[in-house]
């Protein structure tokens, strides 16, 4: 069964801190490591898809990288808008066509000016 | 601005009271997500279609929950009869086939059953 465990639960930083957001899986076959937003009250926003072991995607202040076992989030110089809980996702081998993500708790992330 | 779209989005109910929640996927996507969020269970996904036919349905109770995609820009999910342990917020999601790395949410349905 396909599992993701995301770290720490929830993380406070000051404006401009930078720091990472933990996400280890285990899955059959990974077909794409997904990293979302959500804002409370809103539907996750997606941010980034990270396919193989080395991979990286930047977008502002925000780069996703991924190993064969986790993948990390880190935040540079953070800003009290990047506050948010980030969703971390993986998509298996669970059959032809599927698209089975499985999520994990999330990290609840608020940024102090 | 293509988005998804969700009613309600609020619903207060009773045990016992059929609920039904109804999403409109983006034009032209033709993959449908339904997704039930709680502080417990964090966010799970209940079923999907693909070209309006269900591909997965077994995240949920088959016993009370049931999904459907009538039409191409309409998807629901009902619940009958709905109980307290249904309280949550729904989301329904769609993308395209080939580019199943993205789904796009829509905002939610929170529910609570009393």
């Known amino acids: 069964e396909d599992q993701v465990t995301q770290s720490p639960e929830a993380l406070r930083l000051q404006e401009g801190e930078s720091s990472s957001l933990n996400c280890s899986y285990t899955?059959?076959?990974?077909?794409?490591l997904f990293w979302y937003r959500q804002d409370p009250g809103k539907g996750p926003e997606f941010l980034f898809t990270l396919y193989s072991a080395g991979e990286e995607k930047e977008k502002e202040r925000l780069k996703a990288t991924l190993t064969k076992k986790e993948s990390f989030l880190h935040i540079t110089a953070p800003k009290p808008e990047d506050s948010a809980t980030y969703l971390c996702?993986?998509?298996?081998?669970?059959?032809?066509?599927?698209?089975?993500?499985?999520f994990g708790q999330g990290t609840r992330l608020t940024i102090n000016p | 601005d293509a988005r998804v779209t969700q009613t309600p989005r609020h619903k207060v109910t009773e045990m016992g009271q059929e609920v039904t929640m109804r999403c409109q996927p983006i034009?032209?996507?033709?993959?449908v997500f339904w997704y039930r969020q709680t502080m417990m269970q964090g966010l799970e996904l209940l079923a999907y279609f693909r070209n309006r036919a269900p591909l997965d349905d077994s995240g949920m109770p088959k016993d009370r929950f049931s999904a459907e995609m009538p039409d191409a820009t309409l998807a629901t999910l009902k619940i009958q009869p709905s109980e307290p342990r249904d309280s949550a917020v729904y989301f329904c999601?769609?993308?395209?086939?080939?580019?199943?790395?993205?789904?796009?949410f829509g905002p939610g349905t929170r529910l609570t059953v009393l």
């Open positions: 899955v059959s076959g990974l077909r794409g």
């Open positions: 034009l032209g996507h033709n993959t």
């Open positions: 996702a993986v998509l298996g081998n669970s059959g032809w066509g599927a698209q089975k993500l499985v």
């Open positions: 999601a769609s993308g395209f086939r080939v580019h199943y790395n993205e789904q796009f």
